[in-house]
């Protein structure tokens, strides 16, 4: 019978898929650990950069008047900084994540694809306590829960896709050449300019609009602002836009990264 069984091709694959996914858990706790270990805020450091940005927008946009339809303008902001800063982080840390796992990987015999995994889920763990203090504020504000809510999952699904296929993108050239690694602080600033989160969607003129909706982080950041802040269900149009930019953005790095990755552990 013990014959069979290791003799067994699909019983060993959900043995060694299990023992991925094993991993997966030990290194995500490992790293939320690791990130937030010998510092003093702990924990709160997750909520710090998309509140600094928040007052920073918040400002900013008062400097312009932007138009917030009415919402207090530090609940519009934020509506849309904290998943902007779930979207961005995933994507900045993501080559950094599999950089600083070369040691593993030239020991293990692991799916490459399970590092830029850990990091989404390291950055959905920091989005999941700002976005509770998101909705803290809201109700500060005097901002009921509307069914529009239930949005909420499709959103995220959709900012997470979007990072995590960007950041796989990135990472299968940096691994060989850094130049990537050291500008993407600068492209993901380019990319904030050209997504409402410091502005409304209703601020660009309208011959800007088509290059607006071309945008796929668009769909989910107004989305975020639609469901939160008016109680509105998102705009199905950007949404699409979105989904269908971001899984061809997948198409096109998910295989480079399969691909190049087969050598990652010669280079790093």
């Not at 023992?19 to 710090?48: E, K, Q």
């Not at 007052?55 to 400097?63: D, R, T």
């Not at 008016?230 to 269908?244: H, K, N, R, S, W």
Request: aromatic share 14%; charged share 10%.
């Amino acid at each position: 019978m013990s014959q069979w069984t290791n003799n067994n091709p699909a019983r060993n694959r959900v043995q060694r898929w299990q023992s991925y996914w094993n991993l997966l858990i030990s290194l995500v706790s490992r790293d939320i650990r690791a990130r937030y270990r010998r510092t003093f805020l702990g924990p709160l450091w997750a909520i710090i950069p998309a509140i600094l940005a928040t007052v920073m927008y918040s400002f900013l946009g008062g400097l312009v008047e932007v138009d917030t339809g009415g919402a207090p303008r530090v609940a519009f902001t934020f509506a849309a900084t904290v998943p902007w800063t779930f979207f961005q982080s995933t994507v900045v840390r993501i080559p950094h994540g599999v950089l600083s796992n070369g040691t593993l990987l030239r020991k293990m015999a692991v799916p490459r694809q399970i590092f830029p995994f850990i990091v989404l889920a390291t950055t959905f763990f920091d989005f999941s306590i700002s976005f509770l203090v998101l909705v803290v504020t809201l109700q500060l504000f005097g901002i009921p829960l509307s069914s529009a809510w239930l949005w909420l999952p499709l959103l995220i699904f959709l900012a997470g896709l979007l990072g995590w296929a960007v950041g796989i993108g990135i990472t299968a050239f940096t691994i060989y050449r850094r130049d990537l690694l050291h500008g993407i602080q600068h492209i993901m600033q380019v990319w904030l300019i050209l997504t409402p989160v410091i502005y409304g969607a209703g601020t660009l003129e309208a011959n800007m609009q088509f290059v607006y909706a071309l945008n796929p982080a668009v769909g989910f950041i107004d989305g975020f602002r639609r469901v939160l802040i008016f109680g509105q269900p998102p705009d199905t149009t950007l949404l699409l836009t979105g989904f269908v930019m971001s899984c061809l953005a997948l198409l096109l790095s998910y295989p480079l990264y399969a691909s190049l990755s087969r050598y990652y552990a010669d280079v790093l």
